[in-house]
């Protein structure tokens, strides 16, 4: 049960949902914008979240617009996991997809949720970053583009009202070879003990990683010892982990020093996978 009372809104334009939240927000209801709504209903239930209204963004037709042209792939962020995975429309994003949650609660959570969680993991944001993918956001100064790896540092930057929109990805990116392994500490189903997300382009391996620290990141060190020519393979997984700048985490999932065995096991089988493609 939600033990709050709260006013429920689903504006259909995006103008009107950036209206509404500034309006609601002076009022003081402390209003967020709702996707999937999984997230704050199961936070709601815990009181970590308190909103006097939420904005339901899924009768806002640009959120949900899956549409390939000859250049570029544009997701809405309403789209649900389930439905962006079976679009088949961007394979590496579907490999991370089918290993978060299970099948039913894919089929509620969404592109956008995952992207602006406040639970550490967002894996979906992985290949959107290994692919140079730009973010469209619309606030109260209008509607911008913006590079991913510009506005995401560990959360995704959003100020104060604004609304993710849209990713848009380059076709030319799309089908690079690419793979993503999720390590449990058990079961087949639940949240990564690490997931490493491993794109090849014009002959260089690019990585990101989830559940290795507290948020999701690329990191260009890690990359250039990855696609050092005069490493080992051995030496690069060894080197790689050195560079790691934020503390492994060491939780319940499992040590630090487990999570860098696990990595440096995933950083030999990526470099050998990709090798080959
Ligand atoms: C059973 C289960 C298993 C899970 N397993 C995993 C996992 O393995 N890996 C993983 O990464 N995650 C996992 N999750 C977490 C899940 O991806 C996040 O909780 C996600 O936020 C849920 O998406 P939603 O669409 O329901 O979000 P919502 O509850 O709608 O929103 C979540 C947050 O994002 C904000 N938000 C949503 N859309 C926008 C937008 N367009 N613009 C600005 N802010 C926005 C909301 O205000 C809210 O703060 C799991 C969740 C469940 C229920």
């Known amino acids: 049960m939600i033990s709050f009372d709260f006013e429920y809104y689903r504006p259909t334009t995006i103008k009107e949902a950036v209206q509404l939240h500034q309006s609601l927000d002076e009022q ?3 209003p967020i914008y709702f996707s999937g709504g999984t997230e704050i209903i199961t ?3 815990v009181n970590k979240i308190q909103t006097g209204a939420v904005i339901d963004i899924k009768g806002i037709p640009e959120c949900l617009v899956m549409r390939k042209d000859e250049q570029q792939l544009t997701l809405g962020v309403a789209q649900t996991l389930t439905k962006i995975r079976e679009s088949q429309l961007f394979p590496f994003l579907s490999k991370v997809i089918v290993e978060i949650a299970d099948h039913t609660a894919r089929n509620k959570i969404t592109l956008g949720g995952n992207l602006c969680a406040n639970i550490i993991y967002r894996e979906t944001v ?3 970053l290994l692919t140079e993918s730009q973010v469209v956001i619309a606030g109260p100064s209008g509607v ?3 590079p991913l790896k ?4 560990q959360t995704l930057k959003l100020e104060r009202g604004e609304l993710l929109v849209q990713v848009i990805t380059e076709q030319s990116e799309i089908n690079s070879p690419s793979l993503s392994i999720k390590k449990r500490r058990q079961w087949d189903v639940g949240y990564p003990l690490i997931t490493t997300a491993a794109l090849k382009k014009n002959d260089s391996i690019k990585v990101g990683f989830s559940g290795l620290c507290s948020y999701p990141f690329r990191d260009q060190l890690i990359e250039q010892c990855l696609n050092d020519p005069s490493l080992s393979k051995e030496k690069k997984a060894t080197e790689a982990i050195r560079l790691i700048s934020t503390p492994i985490l060491d939780d319940v999932h499992g040590s630090a020093a487990y999570r860098s065995f696990v990595l440096k096991n995933t950083l030999l089988d990526v470099m050998e996978t990709l090798e080959e493609a």
């Open 144 to 146: 911008k583009m913006r």
């Open 126 to 128: 992985l290949p959107f």
């Open 28 to 30: 003081g209801k402390n």
């Open 150 to 153: 510009e506005v995401f540092n």
């Open 43 to 45: 936070l709601g239930r």
